[in-house]
């Protein structure tokens, strides 16, 4: 009898250690492969948001470019629209130094516009 329980006993604990040790082997496993995806996510996204802002910046750069050099624009707004042009370089060659795949046309712009 004593070895019936015995038996029973070392059976128990094996199962018991089967069983945690599984349940700790998926819980460490689960937790590594979420903050995998969370670090992909974010990584993505701030990518993602980098290109879309230096793309909505690109326009703008371009838009106070054309109108510097129109005729109708006064001489006295042309130092401001200058100030506005430099200021949205700055922030955009920031932004692409950021970006660790650039798009061929945020390439293309950089390389002409950042240095």
């Known amino acids: ?7 029973i006993g070392a059976i128990g604990v094996l199962v018991l ?3 945690g040790g599984w349940f700790l082997y998926w819980k460490l496993f689960a937790s590594s492969t979420t903050r995998t995806a969370q670090i992909y996510q974010t990584q993505y996204g701030a990518q993602s948001a980098y290109i879309e802002q230096v793309d909505n910046i690109i326009p703008q750069i371009a838009n106070l470019q054309t109108t ?7 001489k006295s707004e042309i130092s401001a629209l200058r100030s506005q042009v430099t200021t949205l370089t700055t922030q955009a060659c920031g932004l692409v130094g950021e970006i660790t795949n650039q ?3 945020i390439a293309s712009w950089s390389n002409l516009n950042c240095r």
Request: net charge positive; aromatic share 0%; proline share 15%.
């Open 1 to 7: 009898m004593k070895l019936a329980a015995a038996i």
């Open 17 to 19: 250690l089967a069983v």
């Open 68 to 74: 510097m050099v129109a005729p109708s624009t006064p």
């Open 103 to 105: 798009p061929s046309n």
